[in-house]
C-alpha cells in the first residue's frame, strides 16, 4: 500500500532563507510523487512530480524536489523563501489512487 | 490541458437542507473524476471517485452521495445536511501524465 508522511504541519521561515518541507513515502512498486500548493480558498496547483526520470525534479516558482530511494523521502525545497510562498503544501504519492499527506503550512516572516 | 469547473464557489446552508456541487471538466474524455473534502485545517479526505458514466466508488461512508450523469460532469449531493458536511470540497480530474488536476473548490458552510 501507498503513503506520504509530512513531517511538521506548520513550517515557519524567514523571508529570503532557505525553505525545506519534509515528505517520505511509502510505496511497494516504483512511486510517483507529487508536490501540490494550496492558496488560501483555492484548488491545489501542481509545483512539481517525480515520475522516475530524474531524481532531482525543478518545479514552478523555484522550488525543486529530490527523489532519495535509499530514504524512501522526496523533501521540498527553495534556496530563497518569498512572501507569496506561504501556503499549504502537499505531497502525494499514486497507486491505484492518489495518497496525500496531511499538508504543511508555510509561513514566510518578512 | 483540462480545466475543472466547479459551483457554486461558496454555499451557507441550514442544517436538514438538501445539497448539489457540480463539476464540470473540460479539455479531456472519459477521465477519473474525484471528489475531495477539506475540513478546517487538514488534509484531504477522498469521497467519491468514478471512472465512467453511472460508475461511483464511495471511499467513505456518509451522508453524502455522488452521481456521473455525462462523461464530463460530476455531482456531489445530500438529501440532508449535517453541521459535520461543513467542509472546503475539490472536484478532480487525473490527466494522462499522471498528475491531478483540481478544481477551485467550493466552500460549503452548514449553519
Known amino acids: 500500500a501507498q503513503s506520504v508522511t509530512q513531517l511538521g504541519s506548520h513550517v515557519s521561515v524567514s523571508e529570503g532563507a532557505l525553505v525545506l518541507l519534509r515528505c517520505n513515502y511509502s510505496?511497494?512498486?516504483?512511486?510517483?510523487l507529487f508536490w501540490y500548493v494550496q492558496y488560501p480558498n483555492q484548488g491545489l496547483q501542481l509545483l512539481l512530480k517525480y515520475t522516475s526520470a530524474a531524481t532531482l525534479v525543478k518545479g514552478i516558482n523555484g522550488f525543486e524536489a529530490e527523489f532519495k530511494k535509499s530514504e524512501t523521502s522526496f523533501h521540498l525545497t527553495k534556496p530563497s523563501a518569498h512572501m507569496r510562498d506561504a501556503a499549504e503544501y502537499f505531497c502525494?504519492?499514486?497507486?491505484?489512487?492518489?495518497?496525500f499527506g496531511t499538508g504543511t503550512s508555510l509561513t514566510v516572516i518578512p | 490541458s483540462q480545466t475543472i469547473h466547479q459551483w457554486p464557489a461558496t454555499l451557507v446552508q441550514p442544517v436538514g437542507s438538501p445539497l448539489s456541487l457540480e463539476c464540470t471538466v473540460e479539455g479531456t474524455s472519459n477521465p477519473n473524476l474525484y471528489w475531495y473534502r477539506q475540513a478546517a485545517g487538514r488534509g484531504l479526505q477522498l469521497l467519491f471517485y468514478?471512472?465512467?458514466?453511472?460508475?461511483i466508488s464511495s471511499e467513505v461512508p456518509q451522508n453524502l452521495s455522488a452521481s456521473r450523469p455525462q462523461d464530463r460532469q460530476f455531482i456531489l449531493s445530500s438529501k440532508k445536511l449535517l453541521l459535520s458536511d461543513s467542509g472546503f470540497y475539490l472536484c478532480?480530474?487525473?490527466?494522462?501524465?499522471?498528475?491531478?488536476?483540481f478544481g477551485e473548490g467550493s466552500r460549503l458552510t452548514v449553519l
Open positions: 478532480a480530474c487525473d490527466s494522462y501524465t499522471g498528475e491531478l488536476f
Open positions: 502525494a504519492v499514486t497507486g491505484n489512487q492518489f495518497y
Open positions: 510505496s511497494s512498486v516504483p512511486p510517483y
Open positions: 468514478s471512472v465512467g458514466i453511472g460508475q
